[in-house]
């Protein structure tokens, strides 16, 4: 048995693409036992553990210890659940999962890491304790040299491991955020276009932007709207759509241009049905280490609709992506003037099957299994 270890993961959409569609995949390609084991906080733990079992129905799912400076005793727990099931091989979700998973099983340990987490602690204030932020740096330099093998989202994180942790090693698979299934089995169609721009009420001379999530610091709102502020000054053909929920920033806008400016709050099954009725996805974030490694399963999202990116300079690896691969614009610098035809869009959804689904992943995949 594997175990795949996650710890103060809330279910959401990125915790379903990312998560347990890894574990569906995995049994489903590999025929391997897999068991989710997640640690949530206390707080809507009985909502929370529903919404979870619901998608995946044999997780275990415990209660965290609360306050994050405990997280290592949730180890006593863990330990006990490990002696019961044996598993052969943990995989831990970030730093402290994977430290859980040190405790339990020392030599024989995934790090999967998802970013540079000691300077996103830092840089956008994701936790105030000074425990937790004198002690980040070294947990994340052990997660990172004692695990037996590594993943990483971006070549950058792994230069960010060299430079900053004096990692060394081969060890270790570059695997990006990839797609859930709701966008890979879309059905992408030019009939499927047009008729969701006319349900949303997009005419055929528009240009639509979208950006899709929320307004967490890393987003940069205050760049994106800088961008979009003369993009919709130059005419009203220009729209700009809001998937997510409505907060004073985005109304701030909305006031500005209410003629331009649409909101939409969908289920996440729902989110590639209303992104394929615009044209120019926005991925606009301001630069620090941590959106320098990042790989933001919103740039595939954008692409397997269909959309062109338009994205800052240095996100991860994102922007030679679209360099190397003419499916969007860097930010600042020019910008679209007409939407592209179907042809483009199509040109770019093949380029998100190609690389960011779990199948175009099936190698790397392969690997750590084979650890």
Not at 28 to 40: G, N, P, V, W, Y
Not at 150 to 162: C, F, T, Y
Not at 170 to 198: G, M, Q, W, Y
Request: hydrophobic share 40%; proline share 4%.
């Amino acid at each position: 048995m594997i175990w795949y270890l996650t710890y103060n993961d809330l279910p959401s959409g990125i915790y379903s693409s990312q998560v347990i569609d890894v574990v569906k995949f995995t049994r489903r390609e590999f025929d391997r036992d897999i068991r989710l084991i997640a640690f949530i906080s206390l707080r809507g733990f009985t909502r929370s553990r529903r919404k979870l079992k619901q998608e995946c129905p044999d997780a275990i799912v415990m209660p965290m210890v609360p306050g994050l400076k405990r997280w290592k005793w949730n180890a006593i727990l863990l330990k006990i659940l490990f002696w019961k099931c044996r598993p052969s091989l943990v995989i831990g979700r970030s730093v402290l999962a994977t430290l859980l998973a040190k405790i339990v099983s020392p030599g024989n340990f995934i790090y999967d890491g998802r970013g540079a987490i000691a300077a996103e602690w830092s840089e956008y204030n994701v936790v105030q304790d000074p425990y937790l932020l004198a002690n980040i740096r070294y947990w994340e330099r052990d997660a990172i040299h004692d695990a037996s093998y590594r993943i990483a989202v971006s070549e950058q994180l792994i230069k960010h491991w060299q430079q900053c942790y004096a990692y060394s090693g081969n060890a270790h698979v570059i695997i990006p955020c990839t797609l859930n299934e709701a966008f890979t089995r879309l059905d992408f169609s030019e009939k499927l276009i047009h008729t969701t721009r006319r349900e949303m009420g997009f005419q055929e001379k528009d240009i639509v932007y979208v950006y899709s999530g929320s307004v967490a610091g890393w987003q940069s709102f205050n760049l994106l709207q800088e961008f979009m502020l003369p993009v919709l000054q130059s005419g009203k053909h220009c729209k700009l759509l809001f998937l997510g929920a409505k907060t004073s920033q985005l109304q701030s806008i909305a006031n500005q241009f209410p003629e331009q400016v649409f909101f939409r709050q969908a289920r996440p099954d729902e989110v590639p049905y209303l992104l394929i009725g615009a044209d120019y996805g926005l991925l606009i974030r301001e630069q620090s280490v941590t959106n320098e490694v990042a790989s933001p399963v919103k740039f595939a999202e954008y692409l397997s609709c269909g959309l062109e990116v338009l994205l800052s300079d240095k996100l991860g690896d994102y922007s030679e992506f679209v360099r190397n691969n003419m499916c969007g614009y860097i930010i600042p610098g020019a910008y679209p003037v007409v939407a592209p035809d179907f042809d483009k869009k199509q040109s770019a959804r093949q380029l998100a099957l190609r690389h960011f689904t779990k199948e175009s992943q099936r190698l790397n995949y392969q690997a750590i299994l084979q650890r």
